[in-house]
């Protein structure tokens, strides 16, 4: 979504938040190019579905005066903790600089309404563009294109959903704790902390980090029942479901 007509100019990062990756990064000295910052979180599975669309722009048009950041707010108690956004960072391979803001000082500066959450701000550091939320990529790379002032092929989408012609269903709303029982989705999340396994729908998945877990994936948007175990030295904090491209009645496990 483009910026209102209003400048809104870039509010500075607080000198006491900790950096993950990198020294201090200041905003006022990133003006002269364009910067795209990112609220995530490592636990959540719209954050980790958004962050290769993320890193590949940070790839594509960082030689080209794109810089990246990504503010950290934890939306659960595993990633809380610097250690574990740090071991996340070097997990997810992310080279940009990442920020923690675990008191969401930063979230309330920019006024923030959700994860994932993108702000694209100008070589001036006036808001040129924003988007809350998983999708609009292509308009995203577009608005990098045009501060950049370079033209070529926008990335093609990495799913069936994230093509802005899908049709999408209402998937089922995210739930506390460990979940059983019916839903309709394209994929199924859990958000797990500590060492052992678990079993989802008959599947068995090794748990050896906090984080979000893809248990379940179907090619669209199905009607099904999860059937979930969490296994002795683990905890699971939510069970979240992503959304499914709409192909007609489907019901049943892929």
Not at 10 to 21: G, I, K, Y
Not at 81 to 109: H, K, S, T
């Amino acid at each position: 979504m483009r910026a209102p007509a209003k400048q809104v100019f870039a509010p500075e990062f607080p000198v006491f938040l900790r950096w993950v990756n990198v020294p201090r990064v200041r905003m006022d000295r990133e003006r002269g190019h364009p910067v795209l910052l990112e609220f995530w979180d490592f636990c959540r599975p719209s954050s980790l579905r958004t962050l290769p669309y993320v890193q590949r722009w940070y790839e594509r048009y960082g030689p080209a005066g794109l810089q990246v950041i990504g503010v950290h707010c934890p939306g659960f108690p595993p990633s809380i903790e610097l250690d574990a956004v740090r071991a996340a960072v070097a997990r997810l391979q992310i080279a940009y600089p990442v920020l923690m803001d675990p008191e969401f000082e930063v979230w309330r500066d920019y006024g923030n309404a959700g994860w994932p959450a993108r702000y694209l701000w100008d070589a001036d550091g006036t808001l040129f563009e924003y988007h809350y939320g998983e999708g609009a990529y292509d308009e995203t790379e577009r608005a990098i294109q045009e501060l950049l002032g370079v033209s070529r092929e926008v990335l093609a989408p990495l799913r069936a959903e994230d093509d802005p012609a899908a049709r999408l269903c209402p998937q089922t709303e995210d739930q506390p704790g460990a979940y059983n029982g019916p839903y309709e989705a394209g994929s199924v999340w859990v958000v797990l902390d500590g060492v052992g396994t678990i079993r989802a729908s008959g599947r068995e998945i090794v748990v050896d980090h906090p984080g979000a877990y893809l248990v379940v994936e179907h090619p669209e948007h199905r009607e099904d029942v999860l059937d979930l175990h969490i296994g002795s030295g683990v905890t699971c904090h939510a069970t979240c479901f992503s959304p499914g491209v709409y192909l007609g009645s489907a019901v049943g496990s892929a």
